[in-house]
């Protein structure tokens, strides 16, 4: 098939070599334009792919339903494959990088018989910017295309950019026959290039955002002297119109697109604090201006999660959702055309559809008397970040924004404190590398198991996870004391003896934000206790809270020796067990440090 878009002969080379291996009948440029997606648009809904949803109601917006095996990411079939097994390290699964190719490709081949191949060039951050990193997504999938097209910046300048440079990670994606055995998400990190084949779910196929974005990006931030991390980035903006930035790393499905676009509680706003969102999922951090450390988005949207999202619990995603969003897996109304989800509202609707095409009303049970659920629990939301309300001005900087606080946190229902402070830049490594949390629905797989998850990046780091630990110690050091970030735990998911959740959360989060910026600025104490600095109960501003006392607060915000205790070892086991000898030394003394605290400190 002859290529007429491009005459360079790198980019021609990688489609041409693919196009014969998967044998499309078309290939097909998408250009980023309207009109394109619009014909793609009434293409995938004449085949039933995606279902134009009401133009009144929820202008722009569709409906797409994956395939029933098909709702996660799949972490026990995603490859790093690097040369030698050392280089993927203890946590990754691995593949031999010859193996690989020859095994996909057979897989892969005469895949898209009868099927277009869409040859999607995107940028990640703005096209232009000096963080932004430019790809090629080739795939079977409407879907994938318009999902992209809101992810990401699709448009022809991107060929340009790589035209000039020859630097371009390589997607390949077909959904073959969406067939489980045959799934492999494979990252080949030394050939900047990503195979990913049956799948049709996001985190899978969306090359530009897990696979990309983190994969392959931290494999080069580690070589380039730069990170890129599963985070949120936020600004909270002050009465006097200053504005600090966090970023915080959260695994998936624990609190990332919640806490980016927080509505402070009426106590703050009334005194004019106000949240703004940078970003709600991935973070590229690169030292700048001033010797500080800065953040910036890469995507362009926002992948969320739906079932609990509400007007109450996040009214900013809500609102976002509105116009031009692509909604998967969740309830579809078809009397008026509409979506529904677990936690929307409390006027389920009737008669209507669930995620797998079936019958659903509320109520409705299965053998064992179970709820039904009308959504997927990782029904997800793909909406353009500039529909937030509260995006922030600061979003397209090319140069992100310089960062005052990273917070790390996760699902503990009862070790971790609500919230408590690293003593230096190797102790909050330490607390990002130790962290854990439960499980979630985010990864095909059981849920709410507990599990290490270092930086939450234990399923999306690209290379050898001590290196990656290692990578984040000499970032601090490169970083004069002074300009680092002061680094935190936040944990808002503690539950009573009823398995409810203790802390309010959601926008009650900004109470512990404010405790966090304030000793950021050095004007409020802390106690100091065996696992860090905690607030005094009283120093965490409880305004406006109705039926939540400084007494149960002071539930969450304890040390509990002989749980913590039990936690050190359990770091131990799993540093000896996991890493060995390659761990860095500065962990371990870390270690050294919390156990010796546990047996001498209050
Ligand atoms: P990924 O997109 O998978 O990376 O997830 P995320 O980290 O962005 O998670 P998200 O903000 O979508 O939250 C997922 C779930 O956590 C939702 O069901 C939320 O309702 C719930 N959640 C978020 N914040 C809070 C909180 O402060 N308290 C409680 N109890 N639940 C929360
Ligand atoms: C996550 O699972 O962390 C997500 C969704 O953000 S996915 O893009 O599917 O990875
Ligand atoms: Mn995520």
């Known amino acids: 098939m002859n290529i007429t878009f491009t005459d360079n002969k790198e980019i021609k080379d990688f489609i041409e070599k693919y196009a014969k291996i998967m044998q499309p009948d078309d290939i097909v440029l998408i250009d980023g334009s309207k009109k394109q997606a619009r014909q793609l648009i009434n293409e995938a809904a004449s ?3 995606i279902i134009k949803l009401n133009n009144k109601l929820l202008p722009g917006c569709l409906y797409h339903r994956t395939a029933p095996n098909d709702v996660a990411r799949v972490e026990d079939r995603t490859f790093i494959c690097t040369d030698t097994k050392e280089e993927a390290g203890p946590s ?3 593949k031999e990088p010859k193996e690989a190719y020859k095994m996909l490709d057979s897989i892969a081949k005469g895949a898209m018989k009868g099927r277009t191949m869409y040859v999607i060039p995107y940028s990640m951050c703005k096209i232009g910017s000096p963080f932004a990193k430019y790809g090629i997504e080739l795939t079977d999938s409407i879907y994938v295309v318009l999902n992209m097209m809101i992810m990401t910046r699709v448009h022809t300048k991107v060929l340009k950019k790589i035209e000039k440079t020859g630097e371009f990670v390589k997607g390949i994606h077909s959904k073959v026959k969406l067939e489980l055995e045959n ?8 050939d900047n290039l990503i195979y990913s084949l049956n799948s049709g779910y996001g985190g899978n196929v969306l090359l530009g955002k897990k696979c990309f974005a983190l994969r392959i990006a931290s494999y080069q931030g580690w070589k380039e002297g730069w990170m890129a991390e599963h985070m949120l980035i936020l600004g909270v903006e002050k009465p006097n119109g200053e504005v600090k930035y966090i970023t915080g790393a959260f695994p998936s499905a624990c609190g990332k697109t919640n806490l980016a676009m927080l509505v402070p509680p009426k106590a703050y706003s009334d005194k004019g604090y106000k949240v703004w969102t940078v970003g709600d999922d991935i973070a590229w951090i690169r030292k700048g201006k001033g010797g500080k450390l800065y953040a910036i988005n890469p995507e362009n949207g926002f992948f969320g999660v739906a079932p609990g999202t509400n007007e109450k619990s996040n009214p900013n995603a809500l609102h976002s959702t509105k116009t031009n969003t692509i909604f ?5 109304n078809q009397k008026n055309k509409t979506v529904w989800w677990e936690g929307l509202d409390k006027n389920p609707p009737k008669n209507v559809y669930d995620w797998l095409g079936n019958k659903w009303s509320p109520g ?3 053998k064992d008397g179970k709820p039904i659920k009308g959504a997927n629990p990782n029904s997800r939301f793909t909406a353009p970040a500039k529909n937030c309300p509260v995006i922030s001005s600061e979003f397209e900087n090319p140069k992100g924004v310089p960062i005052t606080a990273m917070l790390f946190g996760g699902r503990r229902a009862k070790s971790a404190p609500l919230v408590y402070e690293a003593r230096d830049w190797k102790h909050g490594v330490f607390m990002g590398v130790t962290m854990a949390s439960e499980t979630t629905a985010a990864a095909a797989g059981a849920v709410g198991v507990t599990r290490r998850d270092p930086m939450a990046m234990l399923p999306f780091c690209g290379y050898n996870m001590a290196d990656y630990f290692q990578h984040w110690l000499d970032m601090g050091k490169k970083i004069k004391v002074e300009n680092r970030p002061k680094i935190f735990h936040v944990n808002w998911f503690r539950t009573d003896d009823n398995g409810k959740f203790i ?3 959601f926008g009650d989060n900004m109470r512990v934000l404010d405790w966090i910026l304030r000793r950021c600025e050095g004007t409020v104490g802390a106690v100091e206790t065996p696992i860090g600095y905690m607030p005094n109960p009283e120093d965490i501003n409880l305004e406006g809270l109705e039926d939540f006392t400084v007494d149960e607060l002071k539930t969450i915000l304890d040390c509990d020796k002989e749980v913590w205790t039990k936690e050190a070892d359990e ?6 067990k996991t890493f060995g000898d390659t761990l860095p030394k500065e962990l371990k003394a870390e270690l050294n440090k919390l156990k010796k605290n546990l047996k001498t400190r209050k």
């Open 364 to 366: 409705m049970t299965d």
């Open 571 to 576: 770091i131990e086991a799993y540093f000896n």
């Open 503 to 505: 802390w309010p959360g």
């Open 328 to 332: 998967t897996n969740v309830v579809y």
């Open 92 to 94: 990754n699964h691995w």
């Open 47 to 49: 085949t039933g792919e």
């Open 183 to 190: 799934r492999y998400i494979c990252h080949f990190p030394q």
